[in-house]
T-cell receptor, first 110, second 114 residues
Framework: SQQGEEDPQALSIQEGENATMNCSYKTSINNLQWYRQNSGRGLVHLILIRSNEREKHSGRLRVTLDTSKKSSSLLITASRAADTASYFCATGQGAQKLVFGQGTRLTINP | DTAVSQTPKYLVTQMGNDKSIKCEQNLGHDTMYWYKQDSKKFLKIMFSYNNKELIINETVPNRFSPKSPDKAHLNLHINSLELGDSAVYFC?????????????FGPGTRLTVL
């Protein structure tokens, strides 16, 4: 079963705007990770947030986690053309297996 | 220096053939993975090895056989290829097992079965 589900499936914004992507999951987690995938490339780890954290920042990225709602959001501020990519959340199923969602395709228009 | 490398990048083959994909990581990681990404971008774990030992074996047809000759290498052999095997296959590695570890992905191998 799909553990993490991203929303929206696709998002198109103008350069300079903020982009927000959401992830919902079904079971309890110890942590949640966000990854980026550029077209034709492998995934790149962006950030990990633990279940006892509510918010985490890394450069222009801000991740929130609401364990009561079983959801997380990824905010990219002041978007750039280079941010165009697919973004995936990943949650742990058991101790060893990461389960990825389908991803949000983000397009930044110049 | 490429951290996780895969060969080949593209693989086009006929149904029924047998093919292999190779993966190497130079990060000194203990754990390696194979994932399959379908045309809808769903990424699913297939196998995971820790220090050459198989630790995750998802519901994958037994036509798929992973082999880890050492902890830096994890190869994937596929027998009797089928149309449904067409996908992008990603190798990944992490320092250790456990879902709290960041995974490093290779560039992917796009397999097309005709």
């Amino acid at each position: 079963s799909q553990q993490g589900e991203e929303d929206p499936q696709a998002l198109s914004i103008q350069e300079g705007e903020n982009a927000t992507m959401n992830c919902s999951y079904k079971t309890s987690i110890n942590n949640l990770q966000w990854y980026r995938q550029n077209s034709g490339r492998g995934l790149v780890h962006l950030i990990l947030i633990r279940s006892n954290e509510r918010e985490k920042h890394s450069g222009r990225l801000r991740v929130t986690l609401d364990t009561s709602k079983k959801s997380s959001s990824l905010l990219i501020t002041a978007s750039r053309a280079a941010d165009t990519a697919s973004y995936f959340c990943a949650t742990g199923q058991g101790a060893q297996k990461l389960v990825f969602g389908q991803g949000t395709r983000l397009t930044i228009n110049p | 220096d490429t951290a996780v490398s895969q060969t080949p990048k593209y693989l086009v083959t006929q149904m029924g053939n047998d093919k292999s994909i190779k993966c190497e990581q130079n990060l000194g990681h203990d754990t390696m993975y194979w994932y399959k990404q379908d045309s809808k971008k769903f990424l699913k774990i297939m196998f995971s090895y820790n220090n050459k030992e198989l630790i995750i074996n998802e519901t994958v047809p037994n036509r798929f056989s992973p082999k880890s000759p050492d902890k830096a290498h994890l190869n994937l052999h596929i027998n009797s290829l089928e149309l449904g095997d067409s996908a992008v296959y990603f190798c990944a590695s992490s320092q250790a097992t456990g879902v709290g570890n960041e995974q490093f992905f290779g560039p992917g191998t796009r397999l097309t079965v005709l």
